[in-house]
């Protein structure tokens, strides 16, 4: 009786709260370390911890267990398998939530998913973004199709909060079945290398149902998410290298679609301007790195690279000039000249897609010899897949801004942020050669007869060279384009950064707006 009189005073109800919240985060706390530090990982809060500022972390429905009537109280554990709530970081509100592998396997349930659901809510709400860290078995199979339930609200939850606010997912332990869903709809997915695995189904469903005999790191590891599926937009070594790599990611953009990112002091780029009026080769047939560009031309010469295992003969990532945020699309002629073709066509129209939703201009830098021919490239869609690229630059209505390094031939000069693409401001180097396809090529194919009338004379050297000289001057430079205004401006190449800079600056009050539609159909 005593007891129960005191519960009912408030010193009683205090110490009822002192146990109950023991229970829900110490307790819960305690059981994670025992289960994820033997493995290397840490605990769903210890993550939130290591991502947001000190301190800022308030969490939401750490009381939260599941109602169900037939279940004893280890199946009512405290949190449900995911830590949610609402931080900073560097200042600026996020939402958040991560999963707690540690409680039924960080499992979807109807109390998991109800959490994670008032989240995403919230984040919409308030405009900010939404970062999520997964680390989950998939379904809670004892709670049946109401676990598939919350993978669709969820789902529909994040497709209505793309373009709205940034959705970022950190992929830290299994991520399996209906779980895979949500990274593939955010807007960036970091997996950490060795521990991550992300598959809809596993290795043991797949041999059960086709024979074949897989690990689940050939089926879906870091690496093969990243160079091959084309989900990934960073491999991190460790929990700390991924968590950092959201923190930096997000000092590029805004808190939602409303809003323009943050701006910074302007620093100087990292490599002098005049290296780039010597970094062309003399010789179409040498390549050259466009990251020693971008050094050039961006602040610090900082390149916050996304999906670089991807496509590597076009580069796409987020900078700074002048202290303001810029993304950048760049054909990189280390890897195949800076060749297009399907996944460096999709990559890229992600990216200026997801640049256009949050306001960040687009710098292009255009070295590209074309499409990649081939069956294989056709068979797969080259025609429908590629036109991604050509309808993310269309529809954008961010400031774009295009440089011309050196080869602009056939669709690739069209498809690269192109004046006919709506650029705004279309630069060329001189060392440009914008044009149907190569001198070489267009020699041999249109001057076929000469060339072999002077090789049975025995003068087809001198000849070829006096027709490439003839079509060069004509034809493969940027002053053709120049003459109809497909260009801006031939400039030198040391001028680029304060050439960018300065239009730039006039563009920051551009106005486009397209006709009424619901939405668009693009080739998808």
């Not at 829900?24 to 210890?46: D, L, M, N």
């Not at 039924?104 to 308030?126: P, T």
Request: include cysteine.
């Amino acid at each position: 009786m005593v007891d129960e009189e005191f519960r009912d005073t408030t010193a009683g109800r205090m110490a009822e709260f002192e146990q109950r919240y023991r229970a829900a985060v110490v307790g819960t706390e305690q059981r994670a370390r025992q289960k994820q530090h033997p493995r290397g990982k840490h605990t769903a809060r210890e993550r939130v911890e290591l991502l947001v500022d000190r301190g800022s972390f308030v969490e939401t429905g750490e009381f939260v267990q599941h109602g169900g009537d037939c279940l004893d109280e280890e199946q009512r554990r405290y949190g449900d398998g995911v830590v949610t709530g609402h931080a900073t970081v560097d200042g600026r509100k996020v939402c958040l939530f991560a999963h707690d592998f540690s409680t039924f396997g960080g499992s979807m349930g109807e109390a998991f998913g109800e959490k994670v659901v008032k989240v995403l809510d919230l984040a919409l709400k308030i405009g900010c973004p939404l970062i999520g860290l997964n680390d989950s078995g998939g379904a809670r199979i004892q709670e049946g199709v109401t676990s598939l339930a919350y993978y669709a609200e969820v789902a529909r939850r994040n497709s209505r909060a793309s373009g709205v606010v940034p959705q970022i997912s950190v992929v830290m332990g299994p991520c399996a079945g209906g779980a895979v869903y949500t990274p593939a709809l955010t807007d960036f997915t970091v997996m950490v290398d060795r521990t991550s695995r992300m598959f809809v189904t596993g290795p043991e469903v797949v041999r059960s149902v086709t024979g074949e005999e897989i690990s689940a790191e050939e089926l879906g590891g870091a690496g093969v998410n990243a160079s091959l599926a084309g989900n990934v937009h960073y491999v991190a070594a460790d929990e700390e290298d991924a968590l950092d790599w959201v923190r930096t990611l997000l000092t590029f953009l805004p808190d939602n679609n409303l809003q323009a990112p943050p701006e910074f002091a302007e620093t100087e780029a990292a490599l002098p301007a005049s290296e780039l009026d010597t970094l062309v080769p003399d010789s179409a047939h040498r390549s050259y790195d466009m990251l020693r560009v971008l050094g050039a031309v961006l602040d610090e010469g900082e390149l916050l690279e996304v999906q670089s295992a991807l496509a590597p003969n076009v580069l796409c990532g987020f900078g700074r000039l002048r202290g303001r945020s810029v993304g950048v699309v760049a054909n990189q002629p280390m890897h195949q000249s800076g060749i297009l073709d399907i996944d460096a066509s999709e990559k890229a129209a992600r990216f200026v897609r997801f640049c256009d939703a949050f306001n960040i201009p687009v710098l292009t830098f255009v070295d590209v010899p074309g499409y990649l021919p081939g069956s294989s490239q056709e068979r797969r869609g080259v025609i429908r897949r590629g036109a991604k690229l050509i309808y993310a630059y269309s529809e954008a209505t961010v400031p774009k801004l295009t440089v011309v390094t050196r080869k602009a031939y056939g669709g690739g000069y069209a498809v690269m942020g192109s004046k006919h693409l709506g650029a705004d401001v279309n630069l060329a180097w001189p060392t440009s050669e914008i044009a149907v396809m190569g001198a070489e090529g267009a020699v041999e194919l249109l001057y076929r007869e000469e060339l072999a009338e002077a090789a049975a004379n025995g003068s087809v050297d001198k000849v070829r060279a006096k027709l490439l000289a003839e079509y060069r001057e004509e034809f493969a430079n940027p002053y053709a384009a120049a003459r109809r205004g497909y260009v801006d401006a031939v400039i030198r190449p040391s001028w680029t950064r304060q050439r960018l800079a300065t239009s730039l600056e006039m563009l920051e009050t551009k106005r486009e707006e397209g006709p009424p539609r619901k939405h668009s159909t693009m080739p998808l």
